[in-house]
């Protein structure tokens, strides 16, 4: 089972990829960096505490696991 802390740095590296990816799609989209930007970072923090929740779920259940 992975620790809290690994399951928080992989969710924070993954979301600073999502949130330059995102910032740059909306910035792409609305031609606005405020907007865009604006839309990564609401996408970011909601995207965090769903990533992280869901990997803790996922820590918890041992099925398909194999124990060695």
Request: no cysteine.
């Given at each position: 089972?992975?620790?809290?802390?690994?399951?928080?740095?992989?969710?924070?590296?993954?979301?600073?990829?999502g949130?330059?990816?995102?910032?740059?799609?909306?910035?792409?989209?609305t031609?606005?960096?405020?907007?865009?930007?604006?839309?990564?970072?609401?996408?970011?923090?909601?995207?965090?505490?769903?990533?992280?929740?869901?990997?803790?779920?996922?820590?918890?259940?041992?099925?398909?696991?194999?124990?060695?």
């Amino acid at each position: 089972m992975d620790t809290r802390t690994r399951t928080v740095v992989k969710a924070v590296i993954w979301q600073l990829l999502g949130l330059v990816t995102t910032g740059l799609v909306g910035v792409v989209l609305t031609g606005s960096v405020a907007l865009g930007g604006a839309m990564a970072l609401v996408s970011t923090g909601i995207g965090f505490v769903v990533y992280l929740v869901y990997e803790r779920v996922w820590a918890a259940i041992s099925w398909g696991r194999r124990h060695v």
